[in-house]
């Protein structure tokens, strides 16, 4: 693994340097390149941020993200001297899109705070204690003493804060506040931004909430909770995707639940589910196994054959065997 | 007003000392009483913390609480040197019975953070700029370079963490993520306590939100959400106070509404009704002021007289004003 400093002087020797992050980005993956990118730009390289599915709407008030390109907003094949990948655990995550779009994608840097990362790059650097890759940003940008301009400081908030939960998770250290405290002094304005980040939901989000709550099923003494989103409601509230998202802590956050689980119906009529867990003990990417889906211990998912009712007697059917056995 | 320096000279002098906060207790009113409490006693003083609701069930995790008392448990009338008063805008708010149990309070001490409190203390320091009183009181302890233990290290956190809506309001400074920073280093376990404060609701809670939503009323183009917790549902599901604080927060967070509004049937028939408001320019404390409360410009409540629908209707006559004057 290199050093910070060595992964700054390979990007100072570039002229010209795409920045990826991975499909589906979060705050981190789109403000960790942003942040970046812009840096670069200011140092006078030739910069393009790519990401295979653009900038979610619910970050597109972030400055600076129109920087961020889709694969079809590029009219010829990328040449570049480095190529540097942020916030992404393995190289098929930035999207196949993406590595199509490279004629030559030059030095593979690969910049992350995934444990699960392998260091694919020509050059890595992983930190996998670090909460968000936007801390490895800020921390790389101090090494280099580059400027830090506004576009880059609200993106690397961003993108530490939504990774954190808003500073709350158990991987934020005081290291990570102490990068709160400059990027205030610096300029960020943090009631605007939260509000931007966490108080602007779309209204049909509490229509959702409120569907989700009559369909609340507690089982197993408290441990088990679990809802269900069905199409009529998708479809009568026009529901996003990025709506329901992080809904589900509503019900994991409940004291005595161990196991929370979301089931939605999909387009096609298949079920996806969304399990968490508080506890190891209580696996629930073995269950998701079960049912053919992944993921770890603590967070997993799976898709299964509908009705939605049916599908929640089975799955919750495992779940409810794994609490009491 | 005095300079923290003076506040902590006029502690020093005293033997014994009265702490006290609000009447209904959030995380910083019993977080910076029971921080101080706790430095104090390890300064050998005799220290009573009163409250006179005592310690909310929410927040009987942190450690060190069990030095709150409620004028029940005291057996005689308090003789102290010094009353110290944290966080309480009005003298009345620390509580009748509170008072009740005082034969001689001694010297006053105010120490807060609410703008509105007009310095009713014999000494003073109101910085109205500090997100929550715990910011103050661990300046205070700086300043007098009094050592701060794991007991006050964890409910200053919980006093500013609360008050800042986890690092997320206005309010929060460069100088909250220090001490933010300052406290990780001495020990406090971010994810641990973050999960006691976020992620421990009583199912109750769930099922209150549940009934809140179906009350759910959305007027102003979308600007105003408010909603109503009867009695019926109270008693239904045996709900504390402490369950319901917060859930503004779902409907302030919809990205259309400016002012967001809670109305509470109280045990006695009284209406309790908090308002919060995203911008200055919709202020709540005038509204509440209105109405014989007070508070903030972004968040105020007062107490009206019932029934509950009513009340909602005349308050949310005068939000309506405000919004379209």
């Excluded at 280099?144 to 690397?156: A, F, K, Q, T, V």
């Excluded at 509000?195 to 989700?212: A, G, H, K, N, T």
């Excluded at 199409?231 to 161990?258: F, K, M, Y």
């Excluded at 696996?283 to 599908?311: N, S, W, Y």
């Amino acid at each position: 693994m290199e050093t910070l400093r060595q992964i700054g002087d390979a990007l100072l020797k570039a002229d010209s340097i795409a920045v990826l992050s991975h499909v589906r980005p979060d705050g981190d993956a789109i403000g960790s390149a942003v942040a970046l990118g812009q840096v670069l730009s200011q140092l006078g390289k030739q910069v393009t941020v790519l990401n295979e599915d653009g900038v979610p709407a619910a970050l597109e008030f972030l400055p600076g993200v129109s920087m961020v390109k889709r694969p079809s907003d590029l009219e010829s094949p990328l040449v570049v001297d480095v190529t540097l990948i942020l916030d992404t655990a393995s190289e098929q995550r930035a999207g196949d899109e993406v590595w199509a779009t490279f004629a030559d994608r030059g030095v593979l840097i690969n910049l992350d705070h995934h444990v699960s990362n392998p260091g694919y790059g020509d050059l890595n650097f992983i930190a996998a204690k670090a909460p968000a890759t936007g801390e490895i940003v800020f921390d790389l940008i101090k090494e280099m003493d580059w400027p830090l301009d506004e576009i880059s400081r609200y993106n690397i908030w961003a993108g530490i804060s939504t990774d954190t939960g808003s500073f709350r998770y158990p991987s934020t250290t005081a290291h990570t506040f102490e990068v709160g405290a400059e990027l205030v002094r610096g300029g960020v304005d943090v009631g605007e931004i939260s509000q931007d980040l966490y108080e602007s939901y779309p209204l049909r989000r509490i229509f959702v909430l409120r569907e989700l709550l009559k369909e609340l099923l507690i089982s197993c003494d408290g441990k088990v909770a679990s809802w269900k989103l069905k199409r009529a409601v998708i479809n009568e509230h026009g529901v996003q995707p990025s709506d329901t998202e992080g809904l589900i802590d509503v019900i994991r956050s409940v004291d005595s639940v161990v196991i929370a689980v979301f089931f939605e119906e999909m387009e096609d009529g298949k079920i996806r589910v969304s399990a968490r867990s508080k506890t190891p003990n209580a696996d629930v990417g073995k269950i998701c196994a079960e049912f053919g889906g992944g993921g770890h211990q603590l967070a997993a998912g799976t898709r299964m054959a509908g009705p939605i009712d049916e599908a929640a007697v089975r799955f919750l059917s495992s779940v409810e065997k794994v609490i009491n056995g």
